[in-house]
């Protein structure tokens, strides 16, 4: 079993309701017992392109999926839930993003893993440490030193699990 982060987004169609259902979908990957979910935050759009405000959580869970076999279910949940997303930086009704496969380092042509923006996103860092405050990530850096207020402010809470 792996232990796994994966991150929510959703700023169209009813971004709550969506990453409540991505949610119920994640639970039927996860090992029994073992799924969390941090609060869902609102947070302003990063980037150019203008676009509503974004709806962000966490979910960690244990997994005996592959890294790639995750990276499709992830994928066919995202498309079940009717994904848009026509701008590369623009709105989309659901994102997830495998942010951490226990202690792996992983870079083929479909996924890099740790994701590549993490450590400069309050929207993965804050809820990310809601549900495993004491991270390690796989170069040694502890998740509380990436932490700080600012970035803590950027975000207001939408909803508490
Ligand atoms: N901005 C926020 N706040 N949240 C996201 O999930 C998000 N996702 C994206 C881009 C367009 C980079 N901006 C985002 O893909």
């Known amino acids: 079993m792996a232990q796994v982060y994966v991150a929510l987004g959703a700023n169209l169609a009813d971004p709550i309701s969506q990453l409540d259902n991505a949610c119920k979908a994640l639970l039927s990957l996860a090992a ?4 969390s979910v941090s609060p869902y935050y609102r947070s302003a759009p990063m980037g150019d392109v203008e676009q509503p ?5 966490v979910a960690g869970f244990k997994t005996s999926l592959s890294p ?4 499709d279910a992830l994928q066919s949940i995202e498309n079940q839930q009717g994904r848009l997303r026509e701008l590369r930086w623009g709105p989309r009704t659901l994102d997830l ?10 870079d083929s042509p479909r996924l890099v893993v740790p994701h590549y923006g993490m450590r400069e996103r309050s929207f993965v860092l804050v809820p990310l440490s809601d549900i495993a405050a004491d991270l390690i990530l796989p170069d040694g850096t502890a998740l509380s030193s990436l932490l700080n207020d600012a970035l803590r402010a950027e975000l207001v809470i939408a909803q508490t699990p």
């Open 32 to 35: 029994a017992d073992s799924f």
């Open 53 to 57: 405000d974004y709806v962000n959580a």
């Open 68 to 71: 790639i076999d995750l990276l």
């Open 97 to 106: 993003d495998l942010l951490l496969y226990d202690d792996q380092c992983i």
